[in-house]
């Protein structure tokens, strides 16, 4: 570790990535719990692969941007410690595999040397802020709502309210009431607003897919962009203490709102605004770093074939509010592009454009910036990468996630079968390439990282067993989603599940159905028209299991025989604590609250110290092989089974003491005596823990 340590200028960095090659050491010396290990690097970026002994690394690139010297930056990294290869996720992150375990904080040293960080792009955090891809240059947008993502996005990395939550949480932003960044699948979606010349912004609240989707819900028709994070920080102080923590079927925000309702969880979320520091956060947007064009004569170019031309230009170009400018959609083919194209699109973006790339929400790439004399010179190169496949987010342009490719979950190769899809509507189809009412997307699993229950047509992997016990690879085929904008949109039906193979037959009977009998309504409007039973009817005899060839039992992409294998997933980074790792862990977390006292950051030394007095009583109530499902279950528990029975003498109450994080605000004073407490509790429930083992 010592030959990166004096490169990195931001010493929180450099601490953070030494703590990831301690934990890593530890873990192999035996010395570190297998679940808390890894609930400690999937919080670094690191995910465990399909494929043993390697890892798959996330890269967080907030609302997707990222600047020339950060993509030269990032494919260096990949060709060093990993193959060469790049995947855009759907959360406008990108992915990097087959990475070595131990290289993993030199890898993350290297990218930090250009402000690229792995910290919370994975584990029960606040992911990646997405936005959508074209804030500030939108049309139609009220203001720039990349200032707000950017100020979210700082103000919660490495916040020790969100390290250590019952699941991820997600965040959005949306330009305008187009809802282009889908505010109503998020735990917390912003569209901008402006009332009164304030800007502001619609909160939804709650969303979610994976297997049970959910519509989030109307928080706040407005809210002033200066409450956006003391509301996010009460809303995430909430979902810490009462979420569910063991059950990761129920651990989403969507879950908890459901039991309180909605009022309820706001009534909570308001009783925690006066234990937090700022009731207000201005956020500065004058001073964000705005990417500024490049002055540049457009060189000479013949363009050879300008029917080709014509099309890449209606499908892929994007006005922008900015006079004379454009936007560039390159369509990545299933998000997935080499570190060679990434240097050449580097260096074309800062020499003629701004220097700038947005990664997109549906695996692809948006050049902003380009004047409008410079179009036929970006065709040329642009040519010469491969990157002028027409129908830039249009109906061709299908969303997959990776599927059984590398992913633990998955079911089936979502890749394999994407990619016969799109062959299917452009060479059957081809006047969808410039359709973009029509969107179609896969996941390889219920998880829904390819977000295919939110699309008009989905598929979803799935397995099917025969009556002599065989199985094949299988997909659910779903229909009617969609974003209807300003926050509103429709779930996706599951209608059929169908043999893999029978996947691009089921899509051409829905597409050949709807040109037949729409009579010009989009598609939502057709699917609620008819319903789900006459799609059942369309598709139902596609599910026969009774007559499948040798063929059907082979998965999209492969050659050979479909075997069903699902791993452990660990995007939620599941926890099942060992009682000395917890007490360990809260050592640690005192530090880091005299650590914050110190630097006068008293939030951040509470929450610290309360972090810490949770555990500890947890790590008993584990020792007694109780339920630990939630923060304020565990602490009502640890009243009843230690407090109130004497077990162990307080002066008050176990949630008098740690409730007081609610109850103040965050002073030195009070941050002094609360850590008091907390270093109290540790000592008095260790003492109990080592006299109940030497008498067991």
């Known amino acids: 570790m010592q030959s990166f340590r004096t490169e990195i200028e931001n010493p929180v960095v450099e601490r953070d990535i030494i703590e990831l090659e301690k934990k890593i050491r530890l873990f192999k010396e035996g010395n570190v719990d297998e679940e808390r290990f890894r609930s400690l690097r999937l919080a670094r970026g690191v995910y465990g692969q399909r494929q043993e002994g390697v890892q798959m690394v996330r890269i967080k690139l907030p609302y997707g941007k990222v600047v020339s010297r950060q993509l030269h930056r990032i494919a260096d990294v990949s060709d060093e410690y990993s193959r060469g290869r790049l995947h855009i996720t759907t959360r406008q992150d990108i992915q990097i595999h087959y990475v070595d375990l131990d290289r993993t904080p030199e890898l993350w040293a290297e990218l930090e040397r250009d402000d690229v960080t792995l910290r919370e792009a994975c584990g029960n955090t606040v992911r990646n802020v997405t936005a959508s891809e074209t804030a500030g240059i939108d049309i139609n947008e009220p203001f720039d709502v990349s200032p707000y993502a950017d100020a979210i996005f700082r103000f919660f990395l490495r916040n020790p309210i969100c390290q250590e939550m019952g699941r991820k949480f997600k965040v959005s932003f949306s330009a305008s009431d187009e809802d282009t960044g889908l505010s109503y699948m998020h735990d917390l979606g912003f569209i901008a607003k402006i009332k009164n010349d304030v800007r502001g912004f619609k909160v939804m609240l709650g969303g979610g897919l994976g297997s049970q989707p959910r519509h989030a819900d109307v928080m706040y028709e407005f809210l002033p962009s200066e409450k956006i994070i003391p509301l996010m920080e009460g809303v995430l102080r909430v979902f810490?203490?009462?979420?569910?923590?063991?059950s990761r079927a129920k651990a989403r925000l969507k879950f908890l709102i459901k039991e309180l309702g909605l009022e309820a969880f706001k009534r909570l979320v308001e009783e925690e605004q006066k234990a937090i520091a700022q009731k207000v956060v201005p956020i500065d947007f004058e001073k964000?770093?705005?990417?500024?064009?490049?002055?540049?004569?457009?060189?000479?170019?013949?363009?050879?074939?300008?029917?080709?031309?014509?099309?890449?230009?209606?499908?892929?170009?994007?006005?922008?509010?900015?006079?004379?400018?454009?936007?560039?959609?390159v369509k990545v083919l299933l998000g997935d592009f080499y570190t060679d194209k990434a240097r050449l699109l580097a260096d074309l973006v800062e020499n003629y454009a701004a220097g700038e790339l947005r990664l997109t929400l549906r695996q692809n790439i948006l050049i902003p910036y380009v004047h409008k004399d410079l179009i036929p010179f970006f065709y040329q190169e642009l040519s010469k990468m491969g990157f002028t496949e027409v129908g830039y987010n249009k109906a061709v342009d299908i969303t997959a996630c990776p599927g059984t490719d590398t992913c633990?979950?998955?079911?089936?190769?979502?890749?394999?079968?994407?990619?016969?899809?799109?062959?299917?509507?452009?060479?059957?189809?081809?006047?969808?390439?410039?359709?973009?009412?029509?969107?179609?997307?896969?996941?390889?699993?219920?998880?829904?990282?390819?977000?295919?229950?939110?699309?008009?047509i989905g598929f979803q992997g799935m397995s099917i067993r025969t009556k002599d016990k065989l199985v094949a690879p299988a997909l659910?085929?779903?229909?009617?989603?969609?974003?209807?904008?300003?926050?509103?949109?429709?779930?996706?039906?599951k209608v059929v599940k169908v043999p893999s193979r029978r996947g691009p037959e089921a899509l051409r009977r829905i597409l050949d159905d709807y040109e037949a009998h729409a009579d010009g309504k989009i598609f939502i409007e057709y699917y609620l028209e008819k319903g789900e039973k006459y799609f059942y009817d369309l598709l139902t005899d596609l599910s026969d299991s009774t007559n499948l060839t040798e063929q059907d039992f082979i998965d999209w992409?492969?050659?050979?025989?479909?075997?069903?294998?699902?791993?452990?997933?660990?995007?939620?980074?599941?926890?099942?604590?060992?009682v000395a790792t917890l007490f360990f862990e809260c050592e640690e977390k005192i530090e880091a609250a005299h650590e914050a006292l110190e630097n006068k950051v008293y939030s951040n030394a509470i929450y610290h110290a309360y972090s810490a007095m949770i555990n500890a009583a947890k790590a008993l109530l584990i020792a007694e092989g109780e339920k630990t499902n939630t923060q304020a279950g565990i602490i009502k528990r640890f009243d009843e089974l230690f407090v109130s029975a004497q077990r162990i003498h307080l002066e008050h109450s176990f949630s008098d003491i740690v409730y007081q994080i609610k109850k103040y605000a965050p002073t030195k004073e009070f941050a002094t005596n609360y850590i008091k407490n907390a270093k109290t509790f540790l000592n008095m429930v260790k003492e109990l823990r080592a006299e109940e083992v030497v008498n067991e």
């Open 408 to 456: 633990n979950l998955g079911i089936t190769s979502s890749t394999g079968i994407a990619e016969e899809l799109e062959r299917v509507v452009k060479t059957e189809y081809p006047h969808y390439l410039n359709n973009k009412d029509l969107v179609i997307k896969i996941s390889g699993c219920m998880n829904a990282c390819g977000q295919h229950n939110m699309a008009n």
């Open 240 to 246: 810490d203490r009462h979420g569910e923590r063991k």
């Open 476 to 493: 659910q085929v779903l229909l009617g989603g969609g974003n209807l904008g300003g926050g509103n949109g429709y779930f996706a039906d």
């Open 288 to 329: 964000y770093l705005v990417s500024k064009p490049t002055d540049v004569d457009a060189p000479e170019v013949a363009i050879t074939d300008d029917k080709s031309f014509q099309l890449w230009k209606s499908t892929n170009i994007i006005p922008q509010k900015q006079k004379d400018y454009v936007a560039i959609g």
């Open 557 to 578: 992409g492969n050659e050979e025989k479909y075997i069903k294998a699902i791993g452990i997933g660990e995007c939620a980074g599941v926890v099942v604590d060992l």
